[in-house]
């Protein structure tokens, strides 16, 4: 019989005796946030589109091996103790696909069935975050001026930078992807390393939200398109540290 493991807030299944037949990994894709009005005397509905997409709920149907001594009670407990000990999102990793990390958590009751003396089953519900994260994009790359990131992933991604610091000044960075240049200044930056969480969209030091400091076309913080993405500052001498955060859906 094949099976698979998974890992999630860095500790392995197979911990806990949880193997998972590789026929039930599978995933939805995720729905496209949309509102639809009905409007009145109008035939079909018109649509209000998000640009943005809701989380993914997977059960993950597992067989538990019951490790003697311990008793099936015990081993649920240590298992509980796992998924629910931790309030808030986690790294969810599988080893059927050995190259992404999800971002989950698990929150909702389960139960483990007993089967034989030291066998038993579970289904355990994850709520999963639209995307799931190439593992060759959570590494930090220093970026010099004229650099190239090439994202090999067919959906934007939206980096973390960080920014070293340099005394108050301004700061400039322009992305090219081919197509557009997208520039995006920060104005009066503090003589402190500035971090820019593309994700959350925030922009902060140690002690301080430099969010409003940003300008860019309508507001919209740093992404990067799929394919060649050219990297240049408003001066030459800047260097940035950026972890891409190459992503794809779940």
């Not at 289904?123 to 994009?137: I, S, V």
């Not at 009066?188 to 500035?194: C, D, H, Q």
């Not at 799929?226 to 408003?234: L, Q």
């Amino acid at each position: 019989m094949s099976v698979n493991y998974f890992t999630y807030n860095g500790r392995s299944s197979l911990e806990f005796g949880l193997l998972i037949l590789a026929w039930t990994v599978r995933f939805p894709t995720p729905e496209r946030k949309i509102e639809w009005v009905e409007v009145p005397g109008r035939d079909g509905s018109l649509t209000i589109d998000e640009g943005a997409y809701r989380d993914v709920e997977k059960t993950i149907s597992c067989k538990m091996q019951i490790e003697y001594p311990k008793t099936i009670d015990e081993q649920a407990k240590e298992l509980s103790e796992w998924l629910h000990g931790q309030v808030g999102w986690g790294p969810l990793w599988f080893s059927s696909d050995p190259d992404y990390l999800y971002q989950a958590i698990c929150y909702a009751s389960y139960e483990v069935e007993k089967e034989l003396a030291v066998l038993g089953a579970v289904e355990l519900p994850f709520t999963m975050r639209p995307y799931k994260y190439n593992l060759e994009g959570e590494t930090a790359r220093t970026v010099t001026h004229g650099d190239v990131l090439f994202n090999p992933e067919g959906r934007e991604a939206k980096p973390m930078i960080k920014i070293p610091a340099g005394g108050v000044r301004d700061f400039k960075l322009v992305i090219n992807n081919g197509v557009t240049s997208r520039i995006y200044t920060l104005a009066g930056l503090p003589n402190k390393a500035v971090t820019m969480d593309c994700e959350r969209e925030e922009i902060y030091t140690d002690s301080e939200n430099l969010s409003l400091k940003m300008t860019s076309y309508r507001g919209q913080y740093p992404t990067l398109s799929p394919g060649k993405n050219t990297i240049t500052f408003g001066n030459s001498s800047d260097t940035v540290e950026i972890i891409p955060k190459w992503r794809a859906f779940v």
